[in-house]
């Protein structure tokens, strides 16, 4: 059995004590958030996130890529939201790589250079959310702009901190 | 107070009751998730999933653009993920939607057209796993691309349904 087994058997339980089939799709606090991937961030319960609250996209680093910024514009145009909320966290994996090791590791195993960059921030994350914002505050077809609000989870101490800009 | 404000209460709250500074950053699981930024799915609660346990991609649609590969290669090659698990949902924003009418909507209010796909799938979301998992079969930077399996989460009844290939 694999580790997808077991998911897909937590899901049945779920959905057996599910009451919210009625929820509308549109986030009920307008709000779209944007983290990383890490495992260790279950930002539903570090936010006390309710189903129908938020929008939540995550990727590798918690960065601002063109495809955040087309999750961002389609969830204010179709779906209503006004806010951002963009949250990185330390001991992230794109702070401990280099664009250049990264694509010459890849390069040798496959012969390929990636056409995308890897996204690493090597200096600090703060650093890194507040150019984040300005990729959000530099594309004009994400239409709420003014309410962007930058922070840092901390891995050790759980603790999420404001990033001042 | 924003909204942002209240979240960043119930953040202080989770910190207080934090046992898990000791959580490598590599997935307990070995799985990446990949899904979309929907309010109404929290995939942790659905899949029962732990702190640790599993990297969680999100954007609109949980489709699979150059950003999702780039999360997933970095997922396998720097911390040791090998299954992908792919979930889409019922009554999603990405399944209203034509390409066109987006367009034609982004370029309405700002006179630009976006240089990206919405990644709309009118059709079914069904169809648009099979397409996604295709996209990551035939991406070579991606070491593991055997063990990757599709679902649809029901929004009515929170129900987890796999795709058959």
């Known amino acids: 059995m694999s580790v997808i087994d077991e998911l897909v058997t937590n899901a049945e339980r779920y959905a057996e004590c599910y009451p919210n089939g009625w929820l509308p799709p549109e986030p009920r606090l307008r709000l779209a958030i944007v983290t990383c991937m890490d495992a260790r961030l279950?930002?539903?319960r570090v936010l006390g996130l309710e189903e129908?609250?938020?929008?939540?996209i995550r990727n590798a680093g918690g960065v601002v890529t063109a495809d955040t910024r087309r999750s961002l514009a389609i969830s204010q145009?179709?779906?209503d939201t006004t806010e951002i909320m963009l949250i990185h966290h330390t001991d992230c994996g794109s702070t401990k790589i280099t664009e250049d090791a990264f694509r010459e590791c890849v390069y040798r195993d496959t012969g390929i250079r990636p056409d995308?960059?890897?996204e690493a921030f090597p200096k600090?994350?703060?650093l890194d959310v507040v150019q984040s914002i300005a990729r959000i505050r530099a594309d004009e077809l994400i239409p709420h702009r003014e309410r962007v609000r930058g922070f840092?989870?901390?891995v050790k101490t759980g603790r999420l901190r404001p990033v001042s800009r």
């Not at 129908?52 to 939540?56: I, K, L, M, S």
């Open 77 to 79: 145009r179709l779906l």
């Open 116 to 118: 995308w960059a890897a």
């Open 152 to 154: 840092v989870w901390e």
């Open 124 to 126: 600090n994350a703060d």
């Open 42 to 44: 279950d930002v539903w």
């Open 52 to 56: 129908g609250d938020a929008h939540v």
